[in-house]
Every structure is written in structure tokens, then in C-alpha cells.
Nanobody, 120 residues
Framework: QVQLVESGGGLVQPGGSLRLSCAASGSIFSIDTMAWYRQAPGKQREMVATIANGGSPNYALSVKGRFAISRDNTKNTLYLEMHSLKPEDTALYFC??????????????WGQGTLVTVSS
């Protein structure tokens, strides 16, 4: 079994900052690309940022320059630093990982999401 557990969401004022974390656990052999997605009420899920193992990060245009994705492979943990937050950043943020389990089976795993609300 593989689990992705997000944390760090909450209520923040416009212009504020938050740091999200996503810890992957279970029978994992390797993790390739990890990513953050978000889904706002009434909207489709969208990619926020991705980072491949040993690769450069990629960002949605709407967050470029404000958000920073990083990962700690020693801890199987993904991070998202969010700055200059705007009300339109309000969404449920999901962690995603493309990984290979210890049984050799590839998985596209998702977390349950952590809610970020940007409001005064």
C-alpha cells in the first residue's frame, strides 16, 4: 500500500504565504515525477507545479514567480512554498506522484488534498 498525505493548508490573508507538504509512505521502490494540482469550487482540477526526479520544476503560468516546488528524496516528501497568495488561489490542493512500488508495479498515486483558503 502506498499513501500520499498532504498537510499545511489553512486560511491565509491575501498577500500571505503557506507551505504545503506531501509525505509518501508505504512499499515504494522509486518515485519519478511528483506534482501539485488544485481544484477550486466548480472548476476542473488543474496542474500547479511538477518536478521530476533530478529534473527542473515546471509551473502553471498563474503561479509562476509566486510558488516554488521542491522535494526531499531522502524523506519521500514534496513541498510547495506559496507566496503572494491571491483569493483565486483558494482551492483543494492535491499531491500526485508517479512511482513504482516494491512489487514492481507502477502507480499514479494521489493524496486526499489539503484546503487552502485565501481571504481577508
Amino acid at each position: 500500500q502506498v499513501q500520499l498525505v498532504e498537510s499545511g493548508g489553512g486560511l491565509v490573508q491575501p498577500g500571505g504565504s503557506l507551505r504545503l507538504s506531501c509525505a509518501a509512505s508505504g512499499s515504494i521502490f522509486s518515485i519519478d515525477t511528483m506534482a501539485w494540482y488544485r481544484q477550486a469550487p466548480g472548476k476542473q482540477r488543474e496542474m500547479v507545479a511538477t518536478i521530476a526526479n533530478g529534473g527542473s520544476p515546471n509551473y502553471a503560468l498563474s503561479v509562476k514567480g509566486r510558488f516554488a516546488i521542491s522535494r526531499d528524496n531522502t524523506k519521500n516528501t514534496l513541498y510547495l512554498e506559496m507566496h503572494s497568495l491571491k483569493p483565486e488561489d483558494t482551492a483543494l490542493y492535491f499531491c500526485n506522484a508517479f512511482l513504482v512500488g516494491s512489487d514492481g508495479i507502477a502507480l499514479n498515486a494521489w493524496g486526499q488534498g489539503t484546503l487552502v483558503t485565501v481571504s481577508s
